[in-house]
């Protein structure tokens, strides 16, 4: 999987987690919402039931009264006067109310105007009928009573009424359709978000199972790949292995099977320089006849030396140098053979790792260098260095070799400072030896790990084998070395060792 | 010495055949020497031709032996002499360039005399030849076994 689609999918569950998030949000301030509004409508709704029942309460005190004033006009009887009495007084109040109920509607204020008049009127026929009887008018009180004076105002209360609750059951029609239509909503909403919030959810849980399917699938992968990767690791291991143990086995049977012939030079040219005796003293010996063959007698010629002359001489010093030059070359030869044999058979030893105090072993090692340390006039300096396990030998020689070379290559008329540095880092310990001699020109910083290569002025004895050697050990050793230097302002080797001894070191092999 | 050492010098360089047999005659040592540049020769030499080694009974023979032979590794050859009933008490000298302590170890194991490292250096190879020879003069040469 590639990181692009890991991304975008992570963008992808963030996404519908917010619009989960979200919709839910939408849901729940549109559901409080629209429940505030259903209330509101259904307020609204028991107002109108409300107004109405006031209005019928008012037209009840109405009747009241009128009946009471009938009946008082009719019996004159004191208990009548005060029904009246209570009924007329309640109206008022009634209708007072029920403008406050309907103060909200102009159309009813107006209604109600109207209606308050007409009960206003009525209520002035009541009180002027009961005046009557207390007047003992009754019979004009009939008369007015009969005469109806009071039909347009009772027609207007009924009208108006009517109008009230017909505009009141308009409103509660509408109120109640708005109710519902509120509640629908509310419930709808509340569905569609839940079901957009479970939608959701699911679509999150897909995408999870998938991403944690894919991140399974992944694992697995890898797991398998690692394994791949160590038996890779392993093959081409043993494959090197193989590789470098048969470049040691050539380069041995190389330096062997080289110092065989090596031999017979070297054998038959000293047989030749043997020769070369014998007939120059011939050939002495023989001038020596022709030239003054009567007096040779009484010189015992078997004896001395015969001497050579002239050409002779001149022959026999060329002899003499064309020998010398082959027998020089065998020996530097032969040197550089014993040279790989030697590194060929440090490839082979075995290491045997134990603990070792570092700073100790350096300075046992400084120790035996003590002489050309006095006659460089060089002061060496150990730092507190981390200890580590290894083989002491290996060590020995690898920080042998480099202090070694450092004293070797001072600057001349320079008094010699060399210190050595340690620090880990990692489960290595790196080592540090820097010195301040005549350094090493960048070009050649690679060169100076090449066997039989040298570099700088060649004024100091030395094979080229050394730091060769020593990166050889570090290899085997588990770690790494570098040089880091400049001409004329000292070099500072670096050596990078494993801690603790590698369990897969290469001290198994023969 | 009423049975003359006989000296098999099995190696394959011509000239350290050669380099080796003069110095020895150099040391003033006379025995009659037969040279084998190859293994199998000398094999064939001292086992006789029906491979015992009886052909030898009674012989007193000293074996120089290289290690490096084209056909035969040095160290089988001394391996069968000393395994060999009649030939075990053949002093064998191993004379090689290999200077591996390892294989010298492994030589002196499986029974041979003496090793000696040819050097380059000639007046070393020289003079160890010539011991060899002061050795081969005083050292007594049983003849191969009953």
Redesign the interface.
Same mark, same amino acid.
């Given at each position: 999987m590639t990181s692009e689609a890991r991304k975008r999918r992570a963008l992808w569950q963030i996404l519908l987690l917010s619009a989960g998030f979200l919709a839910l949000v939408i849901v729940s301030v549109g559901a409080v919402l629209l429940v505030d509004k259903a209330r509101d409508h259904s307020r609204l709704v028991v107002h109108t039931v409300e107004v109405e029942s006031q209005l019928s309460n008012l037209l009840l005190e109405i009747r009241r009264a009128e009946s009471a004033t009938r009946a008082y006009l009719l019996t004159s009887a004191p208990q009548f006067l005060t029904e009246y009495q209570t009924a007329a007084d309640n109206v008022l109040p009634a209708a007072d109310k029920l403008a406050a109920l309907t103060a909200d509607n102009p159309v009813q204020v107006e209604n109600y105007t109207r209606l308050r008049k007409a009960i206003e009127q009525r209520l002035r026929e009541f009180a002027r009928g009961v005046d009557r009887v207390k007047n003992n008018d009754v019979a004009a009180s009939i008369t007015a009573l009969r005469n109806g004076t009071s039909t347009d105002a009772v027609q207007t209360i009924v009208e108006t009424s009517r109008t009230i609750r017909a505009e009141e059951g308009r409103l509660f029609a509408m109120r109640t359709a708005d109710a519902d239509r509120t509640q629908v909503l509310a419930s709808a909403v509340t569905i569609a978000g839940s079901t957009l919030v479970i939608a959701l959810a699911g679509i999150s849980i897909f995408l999870v199972r998938r991403s944690s399917r894919a991140r399974d699938h992944a694992e697995e992968q890898l797991r398998d790949s690692n394994l791949n990767l160590e038996t890779t690791v392993d093959e081409r291991t043993a494959d090197l292995r193989e590789a470098n143990d048969e470049i040691q086995r050539f380069a041995y049977i190389v330096s062997h099977d080289l110092r065989s012939p090596l031999v017979n030079i070297m054998g038959f040219t000293s047989e030749l320089e043997e020769l070369r005796g014998d007939i120059f003293r011939r050939i002495a010996t023989l001038a020596r006849t022709q030239s003054a063959a009567p007096q040779a007698p009484e010189n015992a010629t078997d004896t001395a030396e015969p001497v050579l002359e002239g050409a002779d001489k001149q022959l026999s010093e060329d002899f003499t140098e064309a020998l010398g030059f082959i027998k020089s070359s065998i020996a530097k030869m032969d040197r550089l053979i014993s040279a790989i044999l030697n590194l060929t058979r440090e490839g082979r030893r075995e290491f045997d790792p134990v603990p070792i105090d570092t700073k100790e072993l350096i300075e046992a090692v400084v120790t035996t260098m003590a002489h050309q340390v006095s006659e460089a006039e060089a002061r060496i300096q150990i730092a507190p260095l981390p200890n580590i396990v290894s083989d002491r030998l290996a060590l020995e020689q690898i920080f042998g070799n480099l202090i070694d070379n450092a004293l070797k290559y001072l600057k001349s008329g320079v008094p010699g400072e060399i210190l050595v540095r340690g620090r880990t880092k990692l489960g290595f310990a790196i080592f540090e030896i820097s010195d301040n001699g005549r350094g090493i020109d960048p070009k050649d910083h690679q060169r100076i790990f090449d066997l039989f290569r040298r570099a700088g002025t060649q004024d100091r004895p030395g094979q080229g084998i050394g730091l060769a050697h020593v990166r050889a050990l570090v290899r085997r050793l588990g770690g790494t070395m570098s040089v880091a230097s400049e001409l004329h302002k000292g070099s500072t080797f670096t050596i990078t060792l494993p801690i603790d001894w590698p369990s897969s070191n290469r001290n198994t092999r023969k | 010495m009423s049975n003359p050492v006989t000296i098999i010098m099995i190696e394959d /360089?011509e000239?350290?055949a050669r380099?080796i047999e003069?110095n020895i005659r150099r040391s003033g040592v006379n025995n009659e020497i037969i040279p084998f540049t190859n293994g199998t020769a000398a094999l064939d030499y001292l086992f006789g031709k029906d491979g015992t080694g009886l052909v030898h009974k009674g012989n007193a023979l000293l074996i120089l032996l290289d290690l490096?032979l084209p056909d035969a590794s040095g160290i089988d050859i001394l391996k069968r002499v000393k395994e060999n009933g009649y030939l075990k008490t053949t002093p064998v000298v191993v004379l090689t360039?290999? /200077? /591996?302590s390892h294989e010298i170890k492994r030589c002196y194991e499986l029974g041979c005399n003496v090793y000696i490292t040819?050097?380059?250096?000639?007046?070393s190879?020289?003079n160890a030849i010539r011991q060899l020879g002061l050795f081969f003069s005083v050292i007594q040469v049983p003849p191969a076994a009953t």
């Open positions: - | /360089d000239g350290h380099l003069r490096n360039t290999t /200077d /591996d040819k050097p380059v250096n000639y007046e190879f020289a």
